[in-house]
Nanobody
Framework: QVQLVESGGGLVQAGGSLRLSCAAS????????MGWFRQAPGKEREFVAA????????YYADSVKGRFTISRDNAKNTVYLQMNTLKPEDTAVYYC??????????????????WGQGTQVTVSS
């Protein structure tokens, strides 16, 4: 059973930074791509960033490109999301996700099978 546990959310002023962490357990973490998604109140869940199994390739939504950085530490079974220059529109519950199949990168939510419980990020103006 794959388990994903996010941490690091909180309240921050616009222009500030946060780093989210997602600890994975239950299978060989280093074999699979990982992703981050977010869901704001009244909106659908949206893709934020994805990273390949090795960490050598990443992909970002246009809305966060240049401000957010996804990374992973396979020795610690953890994926990170460094968020800089935060904006009020970044306010959402952030989820990490893992697919149940091998592959390079996945950007669609239905390509992911396992989800964490989410961590709230609130950016005040």
């Amino acid at each position: 059973q794959v388990q994903l546990v996010e941490s690091g959310g909180g309240l921050v002023q616009a222009g500030g930074s946060l780093r989210l962490s997602c600890a994975a357990s239950g299978r060989t973490f280093s074999s699979y791509a990982m992703g981050w998604f977010r869901q704001a109140p009244g909106k659908e869940r949206e893709f934020v960033a994805a990273i390949s199994w090795s960490g050598s390739s990443t992909y970002y939504a246009d809305s966060v490109k240049g401000r957010f950085t996804i990374s992973r530490d396979n020795a610690k079974n953890t994926v990170y999301l460094q968020m800089n220059t935060l904006k009020p529109e970044d306010t959402a519950v952030y989820y990490c996700a893992a697919p149940n199949r091998l592959g390079y990168l996945f950007v669609e939510s239905d390509e992911y099978d396992y989800w964490g419980q989410g961590t709230q990020v609130t950016v005040s103006s």
